[in-house]
C-alpha cells in the first residue's frame, strides 16, 4: 500500500532556528495537509495545500510557517524561527478524493524538539 | 465553525469487557473518520463512514455513524490488550480545503 514518507523522523533544534520538515505524499494525491499535534494533545489543521497553491490555513500557521512544493515531488513545512511552543508531532497528510471511500493518508510523523 | 467532540477522554477496562467510545460534531458533513494512534506513532485509518446508518466491522472494533444526531461510535467487543491506544474520530469540514477536525481523543488502555 503507498505510503508517505516524512523525514526526518525527529528533529531537535535551538529555539530561534529554522526548520524544514520534508514530506513525499503519495503520486496519485491532489490535496496536502499538514498537521502538529502537541504531546498528548489533539490533532491541530496547520495548512491545506491544492495546486501549488495555500488553498487554507489555520490561525496556528503565522508568519513564521510556509510550505512550498519546490519540485512537483517533495512537500515542504517550514518554520522560520522556532519557539519552545513549537514542540510537537508534525504530520503531513494527502487524499486524492476520486474514490467515493477516499481516506486521508498520514505520514510518520516528524517529532520536533525544540530547546 | 465544526467542533469535534468525544468521549470519554480516558477510558480504562479489563480484558473481556465491552464499552463505546462517543463522538459527536456540530455541523453536517458527509463522512467521518476513524484512527488508531499508538504512542509515539502516526494516525492509522480504521473506519471511513460516509452514509447514515453506516456500520463497519474489523475484528472486535465496530463503527456506526448517524448523521441525523451527528454521532458516530466505536464499539469494543470483548477487549483485548493490543488494543490499548488513541484513537481518533475526525470530521471533514465541507466548506474550503475539506481539512480534517480531530476529536480530543480517546486514551483506551486495556488491562489484563
Known amino acids: 500500500e503507498p505510503e508517505v514518507t516524512q523525514t526526518p523522523s525527529h528533529q531537535v533544534t535551538q529555539m530561534g532556528q529554522e526548520v524544514i520538515l520534508r514530506c513525499v505524499p503519495i503520486?496519485?494525491?491532489?490535496?496536502f495537509y499538514w498537521y502538529r499535534q502537541i504531546l498528548g494533545q489533539k490533532v491541530e489543521f496547520l495548512v491545506s495545500?491544492?495546486?501549488?497553491?495555500?488553498?487554507?490555513k489555520s490561525e496556528i500557521f503565522d508568519d513564521q510557517f510556509s510550505v512550498e512544493r519546490p519540485d512537483g515531488s517533495n512537500f515542504t513545512l517550514k518554520i522560520r524561527s522556532t519557539k519552545l511552543e513549537d514542540s510537537a508531532m508534525y504530520f503531513c497528510?494527502?487524499?486524492?478524493?476520486?474514490?467515493?471511500?477516499?481516506?486521508?493518508?498520514f505520514g510518520s510523523g516528524t517529532r520536533l524538539t525544540v530547546v | 465553525e465544526l467542533k469535534v467532540e468525544q468521549n470519554p477522554l480516558f477510558l480504562s477496562m479489563q480484558e473481556g469487557k465491552n464499552y463505546t467510545i462517543y463522538c459527536n460534531y456540530s455541523?453536517?458533513?458527509?463522512?467521518l473518520y476513524w484512527y488508531r494512534q499508538d504512542p509515539g506513532k502516526s494516525l492509522e485509518s480504521l473506519f471511513v463512514?460516509?452514509?447514515?446508518?453506516a456500520v463497519k466491522q474489523e475484528g472486535r472494533l465496530m463503527a456506526s455513524l448517524d448523521t441525523k444526531a451527528r454521532l458516530s461510535t466505536l464499539h469494543i467487543t470483548a477487549a483485548v490488550h493490543d488494543l490499548s491506544a488513541t484513537y481518533f474520530c475526525?470530521?471533514?469540514?465541507?466548506?474550503?480545503?475539506?481539512?480534517?477536525?480531530f476529536g480530543q481523543g480517546t486514551r483506551l488502555t486495556i488491562n489484563p
Open positions: 463512514l460516509l452514509s447514515n446508518g
Open positions: 497528510a494527502g487524499v486524492l478524493r476520486t474514490d467515493p471511500n477516499y481516506g486521508y493518508t
Open positions: 455541523t453536517t458533513s458527509d463522512r
Open positions: 475526525a470530521v471533514p469540514n465541507l466548506q474550503g480545503a475539506q481539512k480534517l477536525v
Open positions: 495545500f491544492y495546486n501549488n497553491e495555500i488553498s487554507e
Open positions: 503520486s496519485n494525491h491532489l490535496y
